[in-house]
């Protein structure tokens, strides 16, 4: 029947649809629901709780030891200079530090690995964000600041990963940590490479402004506030830099006894 291999094509580029045929529960429960609904937790608690997840994010690739802390921070000034209240800007703070969560589901090997990725490992590193929904997904308190994390590689046109959600149906907060995300990437030192000035950052940005990636309000938002979001962002990288070598000269001594 035509009709039905066309619709098989169709839903086969959506990341989703295979990664819930084959992803096994462990991957996709890192956080138990028990661990939140347990208790209610007061927003700056669930602050302190989700930034010691990054760490344990983070430190686990020395390529991204930083990174989440300069998402976070770059997000919740964003949402601030986008309107949002004083509790929404630490919901989204919280929603920086847990957006790459589902990377604790992904192998050391890909995660570490210095030379471009092929397809499979591709594949690998992208159903991250799909870990990070359905980890998160079980805790009724979190369910706004999951769509905010889980999201922020989709795209306006509905060409991200790996739920293709397009247009109107993402929310301004996802919108704004996929606009924190590439932003931090992009302009952020890792060992294999150094991060783009701001006028290489800016062109980026507006390029996939351009392509129906990334929403022009948010990105005009940075650029008109680039210096103050940038000092943040390093601010908030530098520091996280600074615990991660003190993990790491823990972890030696560790190890010499």
């Given at each position: 029947?035509?009709?039905?291999?066309?619709?098989?094509?169709?839903i086969?580029?959506i990341?989703?649809?295979w990664l819930?045929?084959?992803?096994p529960?462990p991957a996709?429960?890192i956080?138990?629901?028990?661990?939140?609904?347990?208790?209610?937790?007061?927003?700056?608690?669930?602050?302190d709780?989700?930034l010691?997840f990054?760490?344990?994010?983070?430190?686990?690739?020395?390529?991204?030891a930083r990174?989440?802390?300069?998402?976070?921070?770059?997000a919740?000034?964003?949402a601030?200079l986008?309107g949002?209240?004083?509790?929404?800007c630490k919901?989204?703070?919280?929603?920086?530090?847990?957006?790459?969560l589902?990377?604790l589901?992904?192998?050391?090997?890909i995660l570490?690995?210095?030379s471009k990725?092929?397809?499979?490992?591709?594949n690998?590193?992208r159903?991250?964000?799909?870990y990070?929904y359905?980890s998160?997904?079980?805790?009724?308190?979190?369910?706004?600041?999951?769509?905010?994390a889980s999201f922020?590689?989709e795209?306006?046109s509905?060409?991200?990963?790996?739920?293709?959600?397009a247009?109107?149906?993402?929310?301004i907060?996802?919108?704004?940590m996929?606009?924190?995300?590439?932003?931090?990437a992009?302009t952020?030192?890792?060992?294999?490479?150094k991060?783009m000035?701001?006028?290489?950052?800016?062109?980026?940005?507006s390029?996939?402004?351009?392509?129906?990636?990334?929403?022009?309000?948010?990105?005009?938002?940075?650029?008109d506030?680039?210096s103050e979001?940038?000092?943040?962002?390093?601010?908030?990288?530098?520091?996280a830099?600074e615990?991660?070598e003190?993990?790491?000269?823990v972890?030696s001594e560790?190890?010499?006894?």
């Amino acid at each position: 029947m035509p009709d039905l291999v066309d619709a098989l094509f169709d839903i086969s580029t959506i990341e989703y649809i295979w990664l819930d045929l084959v992803s096994p529960d462990p991957a996709r429960n890192i956080l138990k629901k028990e661990l939140f609904n347990t208790l209610t937790l007061e927003m700056d608690e669930i602050v302190d709780l989700a930034l010691i997840f990054s760490r344990i994010i983070d430190f686990r690739s020395r390529f991204t030891a930083r990174h989440s802390a300069g998402v976070a921070k770059t997000a919740e000034k964003l949402a601030q200079l986008f309107g949002f209240s004083s509790y929404e800007c630490k919901m989204m703070l919280v929603a920086g530090y847990l957006h790459d969560l589902g990377k604790l589901a992904i192998s050391d090997d890909i995660l570490e690995k210095p030379s471009k990725l092929d397809e499979e490992e591709v594949n690998e590193m992208r159903a991250h964000t799909f870990y990070t929904y359905h980890s998160l997904e079980p805790i009724e308190q979190l369910k706004t600041i999951n769509t905010w994390a889980s999201f922020h590689h989709e795209k306006l046109s509905g060409n991200g990963y790996p739920f293709h959600i397009a247009g109107d149906s993402l929310s301004i907060g996802s919108r704004i940590m996929a606009v924190a995300d590439v932003f931090t990437a992009i302009t952020e030192d890792r060992p294999y490479r150094k991060g783009m000035d701001f006028k290489s950052a800016a062109k980026v940005l507006s390029n996939m402004v351009e392509s129906n990636a990334l929403d022009g309000r948010i990105v005009g938002l940075l650029i008109d506030n680039y210096s103050e979001l940038d000092n943040i962002r390093i601010a908030s990288q530098n520091e996280a830099a600074e615990q991660y070598e003190n993990f790491l000269l823990v972890c030696s001594e560790q190890s010499d006894t």
